[in-house]
């Protein structure tokens, strides 16, 4: 439901914003090793989710016209 979706999507954002300010405190980190591989996995996940909850978004709004 799309009132359940937002208030999740909304979090994932905010924890997703936590991790790019991490990432960007530790940037002599980063340039020596890289950057992590679960960061890739994280980015994944969250541009995945954001897809998946616009697209239930569309359908809801296709649904009650």
């Known amino acids: 439901s799309p009132c359940v979706c937002l208030p999740i999507q909304v979090a994932?954002?905010?924890?997703?914003?936590?991790?790019?300010?991490l990432l960007s405190?530790?940037?002599q980190l980063v340039a020596k090793e890289g950057?992590?591989?679960f960061y890739y996995k994280a980015r994944v996940?969250?541009?995945a989710f954001?897809?998946?909850?616009?697209?239930?978004?569309?359908?809801?709004?296709k649904i009650g016209k």
Request: aromatic share 4%; glycine share 0%.
């Open 35 to 37: 950057t992590p591989a």
């Open 25 to 27: 405190k530790s940037a």
């Open 50 to 61: 954001t897809s998946k909850a616009e697209e239930d978004k569309a359908a809801v709004k």
């Open 12 to 21: 994932i954002e905010k924890a997703f914003e936590n991790l790019n300010k």
């Open 45 to 47: 996940e969250v541009e």
